[in-house]
């Protein structure tokens, strides 16, 4: 996951001619490594325990280890980028306000076990984190980027649906994901739409992506990962095959052909 999201904001950044875009790929990588395992960490204690949740707990010490020594990275990454405007400061605190209260229960209700907004969380802090912060504190934003994050929340509810239904027998009825709301074959369905928003919204944004042939084949990737997808597929799936294709778009925007 960490690795994906380092390409992707990497690729993006490098695509829209940002000079230090290795800076952010980095900042995104540590970010995305030490949020996911801190959740981790602290919904390792939850009743409820999936296989994922158990390794944590086995390995806890060394898990608080490397997470402190990402976050210090992270704040490196930040360093090395040197300049940080008001907006972009505003933008990282509300997505890390967002990523605490997903885990993080607040008068006994925690955010991700809302009804229907997990999967919008998750879509929001990624888009922010990994498409806007570097455009926004670039000097970059304009209403094409607005889209183009727009087509990124489409393109991470798609990712996203995928891991619901390898969770339907661990998620609460009282979550109501789109695979517990609308079964498995139509979650695939609206998971395929949103993808092909997501390929809409870059073409438009970015019209020499309409020639770039390893953008093509990531998306490809990204479909057929989609279609094959159920509900006893495991983290060797959803965590390796899904995530890695993140990955590949990013890795596609360093190509021009």
């Not at 995928?162 to 369905?189: C, E, M, Y």
Request: charged share 10%; glycine share 8%; aromatic share 14%.
């Amino acid at each position: 996951m960490a690795i994906s999201a380092g390409l992707l904001t990497a690729g993006y950044s490098y695509m829209n001619g940002i000079e230090h875009w290795y800076f952010y790929g980095l900042f995104a990588l540590f970010a995305t490594f030490s949020v996911y395992n801190g959740q981790r960490l602290i919904k390792s204690a939850h009743p409820t325990q999936t296989p994922w949740l158990i390794w944590v707990q086995r390995n806890e010490k060394s898990l608080y280890l490397i997470t402190f020594a990402s976050g210090l990275l992270t704040l490196s990454c930040l360093l090395l980028i040197g300049k940080l405007s008001l907006g972009s400061i505003l933008l990282l605190i509300v997505s890390g306000v967002v990523s605490l209260l997903y885990v993080i229960p607040v008068k006994g209700i925690v955010m991700r076990e809302i009804p229907y907004m997990k999967v919008y969380l998750i879509a929001f802090t990624w888009a922010a984190v990994l498409i806007l912060f570097p455009m926004i504190n670039e000097e970059k934003f304009e209403w094409k980027v607005m889209i183009q994050a727009l087509a990124y929340v489409f393109f991470i509810i798609s990712a996203t649906i995928p891991f619901d239904v390898r969770d339907l027998k661990f998620d609460r009825d009282t979550h109501k994901t789109i695979p517990q709301v609308v079964g498995i074959g139509w979650s695939k369905v609206i998971s395929s739409i949103l993808l092909i928003l997501f390929l809409i919204g870059s073409f438009w944004v970015h019209p020499e992506l309409v020639q770039n042939f390893a953008f093509h084949g990531a998306i490809v990737v990204q479909f057929l990962l989609i279609l094959f997808m159920n509900e006893k597929r495991g983290d060797l799936y959803c965590a390796g095959a899904i995530d890695g294709a993140i990955g590949l778009i990013g890795l596609s925007y360093f190509i021009s052909l």
